[in-house]
């Protein structure tokens, strides 16, 4: 009788031991899905924002006077894919050179 009992021990012992790997096993499958979860949602976001509120340049050229310098800059923009319309009196844009930058007036 005491050998049927070293066998039901060492069986439980092995049991116990395959539910522990499991548990182990789940809990990294777990965190890794919300780790992926976590990036997917980011980059959904920045491409939703990218794609969703953006002006893409077209042309811009400038006209200068006599002076050598630019009097007249001309922009042709467009919105992208899936944009919203925008409001260009809310919009501040800058004409950034080498030597300084300056603000838009509308």
Do not use: C, W
């Not at 539910?19 to 976590?38: C, D, E, F, Y």
């Not at 260009?88 to 030597?99: E, F, I, P, T």
Request: glycine share 10%; net charge negative; aromatic share 4%.
């Amino acid at each position: 009788m005491g050998k049927k009992a070293e066998m039901g021990m060492g069986t439980l012992i092995i049991f116990i031991a395959m539910i522990l790997v499991a548990a182990v096993a789940a809990k990294v499958l777990l965190s890794t899905t919300g780790s992926l979860q976590n990036k997917a949602l980011s980059t959904g976001k920045s491409t939703t924002q990218e794609v969703g509120t953006s002006l893409k340049t077209v042309e811009i050229y400038g006209e200068d006077g006599t002076d050598q310098q630019i009097d007249y800059i001309y922009d042709t923009v467009k919105l992208n894919s899936g944009s919203d319309q925008l409001r260009l009196q809310d919009m501040l844009l800058v004409l950034a050179l080498k030597d300084g930058a300056t603000p838009y007036t509308l």
